[in-house]
């Protein structure tokens, strides 16, 4: 059995609050001075309540959110001494938890990815602009040391001690043939410390980080490796990038594109039923 009681992490990688704090103020500036721009310039009544409805939503939902990271159950990886931790199924949610230890003897590698995706507008076919921009930390583990940990096994700061229940729309932290991604970056989140510190955190296991930067050309990707792309999207919770990659890619229409990802995710659960579990 895994005793982690007794240890306490290096280094701690969680959500970051200055992230959610600067971006609720960034919304809440700008749908509250549109709201009061409705009322001083005397918009339609529709427009008004519209705005107001979103700033009540706004007002209601970010300030959780932001105080939920502030939270000790805001984490995503542990590294100890001895191996890492890793916390999947939303990060701040019971909702679909698991605690997984990875011992330093099952790491086989680790890479920092960025992926900038660029489209050429179809309304604007001479101006470039960018899709998305994502970096991700791959990390390379033979998945048959893997130990997954139950309340019993998990340490007193790890343990949660009433449920949260407020959730991501998205699970920071996928499982891929070779190990698991967890998203650093992306437009929707940051992870504190800075990626760098993260980096150097693997030395303690002998493993010196990669660091990939890839720019892809759309229409330059074999078949394959773009229903990859697609799919591992989709896995990340990226819905709209992967519809958007199809109509950049393939010229659909939004209704055509979505039925084509259908497909995609269709063929790729029949390929994961004829294999067995998916990585």
Do not use: C
Request: proline content about 5%; cysteine-free.
């Amino acid at each position: 059995m895994i005793e982690l009681r007794g240890h306490r992490p290096r280094l701690v990688v969680r959500e970051s609050p200055l992230f959610q704090l600067l971006a609720m103020l960034m919304l809440l500036g700008l749908l509250g001075g549109f709201f009061w721009l409705a009322l001083a310039q005397d918009f339609p009544l529709f427009i008004i309540l519209a705005s107001g409805g979103a700033l009540t939503l706004l007002l209601l939902i970010q300030p959780r959110i932001l105080m939920a990271t502030l939270r000790p159950e805001n984490w995503l990886i542990r590294f100890y001494s001895h191996g890492i931790a890793l916390q999947t199924g939303g990060h701040i949610s019971n909702e679909d938890h698991r605690t997984l230890f990875i011992p330093a003897e099952a790491l086989r590698g680790a890479r920092i990815v960025r992926e900038q995706w660029r489209r050429r507008p179809w309304t604007r076919p001479k101006e470039k602009h960018k899709l998305n921009d994502l970096t991700g930390l791959e990390i390379v583990v033979d998945k048959s040391r893997v130990k997954e940990l139950t309340d019993t096994h998990r340490p007193s700061h790890i343990h949660r001690s009433r449920p949260i229940k407020l959730r991501f729309m998205f699970n920071p932290i996928t499982e891929n043939a070779e190990g698991y991604r967890i998203e650093l970056r992306s437009h929707r989140s940051r992870v504190t410390p800075r990626i760098g510190r993260i980096a150097e955190a693997f030395r303690i296991y002998g493993i010196t980080t990669q660091r990939l930067h890839l720019t892809a050309n759309l229409q330059a990707l074999q078949d394959h490796e773009f229903e990859e792309r697609v799919v591992r999207a989709m896995h990340q919770g990226h819905a709209q990038l992967a519809i958007d990659m199809l109509m950049e890619r393939e010229r659909l229409t939004s209704e055509r594109a979505r039925q084509r990802l259908d497909q995609i995710m269709s063929r790729q659960e029949a390929r994961q039923g004829a294999t067995g579990p998916a990585a």
